[in-house]
């Protein structure tokens, strides 16, 4: 959708388009609520800054709409849909780099409670893999703000490719 359209439509219709970007009511309340913006680089601003920052009760709620790293989305939902296409560089892969990703996806999940989150977009699995191997040395203290800062890298992407399309 074009900038200027989404600048036209309805409140409703404009929470429902962004909302698959990342499913936190006060982002998405912000981010409709600025507009009309001028350019998508405005837009973009808006969201980075009601990203910042993210309770761990609304990062937990989003977290809950994605899938695995390294696991296909199933569904027909515009999660989903973008979910796969930001996984779809780490490809379908039978190999150690999937099985290490797939071990460390449980123990992640296993220490922190929560799905490992990362930015798949112009990652490789090899990369991915380093940086959850990395990240399961942290305390939750620490791993809090990464996986904040993982999900606004995410939810800007997201709404830039949904503005700028």
Not at 14 to 39: K, M, Q, T
Not at 77 to 89: D, F, M, N, P
Not at 124 to 138: P, Q, V, W, Y
């Amino acid at each position: 959708m074009k900038l200027e359209a989404f600048n036209r439509i309805d409140a409703d219709a404009a929470r429902a388009l962004v909302r698959p970007c990342v499913d936190i009511d006060r982002w998405i309340d912000a981010v409709v609520e600025g507009r009309p913006y001028s350019n998508v680089e405005e837009a973009v601003e808006v969201a980075r800054t009601a990203a910042s920052p993210w309770t761990v009760t609304e990062i937990d709620g989003a977290l809950a709409h994605h899938p695995r790293i390294g696991e296909r989305a199933s569904g027909g939902s515009a999660e989903a849909t973008l979910s796969r296409s930001e996984q779809a560089g780490l490809g379908v892969r039978g190999d150690d780099v999937a099985t290490a990703l797939a071990a460390g996806n449980r123990a992640y999940e296993e220490k922190f409670e929560r799905v490992f989150l990362i930015r798949a977009a112009g990652r490789s699995a090899e990369e991915i893999l380093d940086d959850l191997r990395l990240r399961l040395t942290h305390t939750d203290e620490e791993e809090i703000p990464v996986v904040a800062d993982q999900l606004r890298q995410i939810a800007v992407l997201r709404l830039e490719g949904i503005l700028g399309s």
